[in-house]
Every structure is written in structure tokens, then in C-alpha cells.
Nanobody, 121 residues
Framework: QVQLVESGGGLVQAGESLRLSCATSGSIFNRSAVGWFRQAPGEERELVAAVTTAGHTKYTDSVKGRFTIARDDAKNTVYLQMNSLKPEDTGVYYC???????????????WGQGTQVTVSS
């Protein structure tokens, strides 16, 4: 079981940047794919970015070129650097981890409590 705690959310203006952090505990982080999901009001949770243990990354099309996911296995932490933020990036951002990349993408992994990101126009 992996415990996940997100931080770094906030209120910013369009065009600004934020960096989200997800601190984890548990012994399987280094063997887990990790990712960031977001959920806007009234919408389903969607995968934003993910990274495997080998460092392979995946991004949803709307954030490519603006967001970067990175993992620091020494610190058991995963980051999401978000640049050029847009109002449509607003939502609750959740960190997730799973030993199976497929399960992670399907939303079957462990979850944090989420951190709110609000981008004003």
C-alpha cells in the first residue's frame, strides 16, 4: 500500500506556473508507475501525466509542451511542473501510483487526497 500526499496547488492567473508535489510513503514507490489526474467540476477524472519506473512518460494532448512530470525515487516524490496555465486546467489534481502502468492509467491505483488548482483568466 502506498500513501500519497499532494501539495502545491493554488490560485494563479492564466500564463503563470505551478509545481505540484506528491510525497509518498511505502515500500513499493520505486517499483510503481506514478501519475497525476485531474477532475474539473462536473467532469470525470482524467489522466494528465504519468511516468513509469523506467522514466517513460505519457501526457494528455491538452498539456503536452506545457506540463512536465518527474519522479525522484530517492525522495519518494513525484512532481508536476505546470507552465503556461490556462483556465481549463482548473480542477482538483490527484496523485496516483500502481505497480502496473495499465492499472494506473485505468485509475485503479492508490490515490492521494487531491490539491486544488484554480487558473483565472
Amino acid at each position: 500500500q502506498v500513501q500519497l500526499v499532494e501539495s502545491g496547488g493554488g490560485l494563479v492567473q492564466a500564463g503563470e506556473s505551478l509545481r505540484l508535489s506528491c510525497a509518498t510513503s511505502g515500500s513499493i514507490f520505486n517499483r510503481s508507475a506514478v501519475g497525476w489526474f485531474r477532475q474539473a467540476p462536473g467532469e470525470e477524472r482524467e489522466l494528465v501525466a504519468a511516468v513509469t519506473t523506467a522514466g517513460h512518460t505519457k501526457y494528455t494532448d491538452s498539456v503536452k509542451g506545457r506540463f512536465t512530470i518527474a519522479r525522484d525515487d530517492a525522495k519518494n516524490t513525484v512532481y508536476l511542473q505546470m507552465n503556461s496555465l490556462k483556465p481549463e486546467d482548473t480542477g482538483v489534481y490527484y496523485c496516483s501510483a500502481d505497480s502496473s502502468p495499465l492499472n494506473l492509467v485505468l485509475g485503479s491505483g492508490s490515490w492521494g487526497q487531491g490539491t486544488q488548482v484554480t487558473v483565472s483568466s
